[in-house]
């Protein structure tokens, strides 16, 4: 038997309120004579018994109260079969790639895969090993501890936004759990929804392992998500002027559409319509001279987590431009371009660009 929350067993220092209670119960009033009452003693002696009586099994109840109250928040499971098994050494590889996320129903398939590693750990014996590979996240240490310590690893585990490469991930867990075996029977737990993308690489682990998988039966859900988010058509847009962006979204059917929008410094800039498979152009409103951040965004389904995309744009600023002699033609396009705010006149000691028409120029 053990606890998920053993720090709920203080609560059993209550157990001192009722035993206080119960002493400051026992007082005594003043005693009077009356020979005349002598023949009533006797009946209150066996009346007092009756009362101690009462009151003890009064105090005993309170104490009972409070250490059911103190067990049920240290939250008690009993590890069913937990000393018919060898000790083992356990490696769990808990697959939390961003395809984890999907929603189905009203939970998620990493939660699914969650509860069978819990399932795992509760029937675990207290000479056991555990270590704990977070296959989504292939850049964090191992977990090793355990039942209890693994099961809170468990629990906090949340999607992330890579891919995971679970044949990479079977190969670390077999050398972990050689390693620190001691002996021990070794067994590495796959959990996972076996995405065909975290299959590259797949293939039996250098030492010989008893590998147990273990993934969710299902359809592979309809999904819809941001593949590309382009600004200015791949330019650097200038300060001042209008652009454009392009957003790319891929879907399983062709006619599937959603809401679009794109926000820039947490305000929404344009909004439209998203085909599934197109790209959809969204005019933007001139932006001022330097690095906005944003992203676009669409109506959430299953998978949420290719549902929104970051970019970042530098927005640079009119090029100072001179002209090195004045001539007729040249000076007519160069201000149609400074009124359209394309370019702006400047000197040439302060132009970043001189034209120099024939080659003469300051």
Do not use: C
């Not at 040249?330 to 001189?354: E, H, I, K, N």
């Amino acid at each position: 038997m053990g606890f998920l929350a053993p720090a709920g067993l203080f609560l059993a220092a209550a157990l001192a309120v009722p035993i206080i209670l119960h002493l400051f119960q026992r007082h005594q009033g003043p005693r009077l004579v009356f020979p005349a009452l002598r023949y009533l003693r006797r009946a209150e002696k066996e009346h007092a018994r009756r009362i101690k009586l009462r009151q003890l099994m009064l105090l005993a109840l309170r104490m009972l109260a409070v250490l059911i109250v103190a067990l049920l928040a240290a939250r008690p499971f009993q590890r069913q079969g937990g000393s018919a098994h060898a000790p083992s050494a356990v490696v769990i590889v808990l697959d939390n790639s961003a395809s984890t996320g999907v929603v189905e129903g009203d939970r998620r398939v990493l939660d699914g895969l969650k509860d069978r590693a819990i399932e795992t750990l509760l029937r675990a014996s207290p000479d056991d090993r555990f270590w704990l590979l977070r296959a989504g996240a292939p850049w964090e240490p191992a977990t090793r501890g355990d039942a209890n310590t693994i099961a809170d690893r468990v629990r906090e585990t949340e999607p992330t936004a890579a891919a995971a490469d679970l044949g990479a991930a079977l190969q670390r867990a077999a050398s972990l759990a050689a390693a620190g075996a001691a002996g021990r029977a070794i067994e590495v737990q796959l959990l996972s929804d076996l995405q065909l993308s975290n299959l590259r690489n797949m293939g039996p682990p250098a030492r010989p392992t008893e590998v147990v998988v273990w993934t969710p039966s299902r359809p592979a859900p309809a999904n819809r998500g941001i593949t590309d988010v382009q600004i200015g058509g791949g330019l650097s847009p200038r300060a001042g002027e209008r652009t454009t962006a392009a957003v790319r979204v891929a879907g399983a059917a062709a006619e599937d559409s959603s809401n679009l929008r794109l926000v820039i410094g947490g305000r929404t800039a344009a909004a439209g319509i998203a085909t599934a498979g197109a790209a959809a152009v969204m005019q933007l409103p001139p932006q001022a001279e330097g690095t906005i951040s944003g992203y676009a965004e669409i109506d959430a389904d299953a998978l949420r987590i290719d549902d929104r995309r970051y970019f970042v744009v530098n927005i640079t600023p009119v090029p100072p431009v001179a002209l090195g002699r004045s001539v007729p033609f040249l000076d007519d396009a160069l201000a149609v371009l400074a009124d359209a705010r394309r370019m702006q006149r400047v000197a040439p000691v302060a132009a970043d660009v001189v034209i120099a028409p024939g080659g003469v120029g300051p």
